[in-house]
């Protein structure tokens, strides 16, 4: 079929945008809607165009009774009268033949994705290595954003869109491969910037590190690092894995300050205000302290104990709803640091929980702390929605692996776990 007149263009990678030569128009409806699903759908499957049992299933999921089927008839009649409402020329646009529905028409139609994958897949294949890593890297340069990412939750979306990420994964490890090869570092640091753009949780972090590493940008790469724990640990309470950890602990451990007097460093390493209350860092910080306590504690003998601080909802089950979360964890984290003495340490070990080092203090201060830390949390949260259950143990029996003392939030009793 012979196409005519201005490109059609959709663009589906990080949002929604028509385009009809230059000029944007939109279709009058909600972009969540199923009637635009309908029209995604359909100029997705191409010209090849999808069976109208599988339309049904992407749209009502496996519902096929009458209803369904009327409610599908009336969303393709209001899809007909939406696109004859736009700018883009009149015609028939949703051809069904034997079961088969398409976009059809005579529109010279681009989509975004589609372009993409295509452009992805002759690239992984070419073998000249210059022509390759240009062409990779017009790829990545490319994808603009998760696939659809308002529908993320609609199956069919969600497939598509794992079938982009994953190309562009690939894409994306293959060109800072031949980008490394190469030494251009100043290359893989901006993609690799895009893509923690895109995915935050991606630990493409670890990349961007070993680029600035190998510029010798060791305060970038520390700052890297340091937003990356901010994230994973105190905005959204997610753990890393073993892996970034591991690779964080291994970074910190090539940053090397260029060479100063020992006043210079001193003053680097001081805090800069002083600040009342329990010191906060992240988990990483926090495993590395203990690690180092642990050690001092085998020469001087000195009691510390190790406090876990838990969110529950008033049955004692751990909090979820993260709305709630949010504002409970802030309180938590304020009781904590205002109860303890500046020389105890602590961190937010998950979303709904504090992990808190107690330095130098007997075995019936714990109970001591858990009531001024209560008492504070509940000034700031005075809501009974809210409870915190509290575990304690000595790190002395920990490193003896025995079992350590406990209590919780349902009276003050001491009791063996």
């Not at 008839?73 to 899809?79: A, E, G, K, P, Y």
């Not at 029996?397 to 003050?412: P, V, W």
Request: hydrophobic fraction near 35%.
């Amino acid at each position: 079929m012979e196409k005519k007149g201005p490109v059609f263009t959709a663009n589906m990678l990080g949002g929604l945008s028509f385009y009809y030569g230059d000029e944007a128009f939109t279709i009058k409806c909600n972009n969540t809607s199923k009637v635009m699903q309908l029209f995604l759908i359909l100029l997705g499957a191409g010209d090849e165009g999808i069976p109208r049992v599988q339309l049904l299933e992407a749209l009502y999921g496996r519902d096929d009774t009458q209803d369904t089927k009327n409610a599908f008839r009336i969303l393709v009649f209001r899809l007909r009268r939406l696109l004859e409402d736009t700018i883009i020329p009149k015609d028939d646009y949703i051809v069904v033949e034997k079961g088969i529905y398409r976009f059809g028409g005579h529109l010279d139609i681009r989509i975004d994705y589609k372009i993409f994958l295509e452009h992805a897949d002759r690239a992984l294949k070419i073998e000249n290595t210059e022509r390759k890593l240009e062409e990779l890297k017009q790829v990545c340069e490319s994808y603009s954003g998760e696939f659809l990412p308002f529908l993320a939750n609609e199956e069919w979306v969600a497939v598509e869109s794992v079938h982009c990420k994953d190309t562009y994964f690939n894409c994306l490890r293959e060109v800072c491969k031949l980008l490394k090869e190469q030494g251009r570092y100043e290359d893989m640091l901006e993609l690799c910037s895009r893509a923690i753009d895109i995915y935050p949780f991606e630990e493409w972090q670890l990349v961007q590190i070993d680029c600035l590493l190998a510029m010798n940008r060791y305060k970038e790469a520390l700052k890297v690092y340091e937003d990356a724990t901010t994230l994973f640990f105190e905005e959204l309470g997610l753990s890393p894995s073993e892996k970034m950890l591991a690779r964080f602990r291994a970074m910190s451990g090539q940053i090397h300050y260029a060479m100063g007097t020992l006043t210079d460093i001193k003053d680097s390493l001081k805090e800069k205000e002083f600040v009342p209350g329990a010191y906060y860092c992240s988990y990483p910080s926090f495993i590395d302290s203990y690690r180092i306590i642990v050690r001092m504690i085998e020469r001087s003998g000195q009691s510390v104990f190790l406090m876990l601080c838990t969110l529950t909802d008033s049955k004692g089950n751990p909090m979820e709803r993260e709305d709630l979360l949010t504002e409970y964890a802030a309180g938590l984290n304020q009781a904590i640091c205002k109860s303890l003495r500046r020389g105890d340490l602590f961190t937010r070990y998950s979303p709904n929980q504090f992990l808190v080092l107690l330095i130098g203090i007997k075995q019936e201060d714990c109970e001591i702390t858990y009531n001024r830390i209560n008492g504070k949390f509940r000034e700031i949260c005075p809501s009974q929605k809210v409870q915190i259950r509290y575990y304690v143990s000595s790190i002395a029996e920990i490193r003896k692996e025995k079992s350590g003392l406990s209590f919780g939030a349902s009276g003050n009793r001491w009791k063996k776990k």
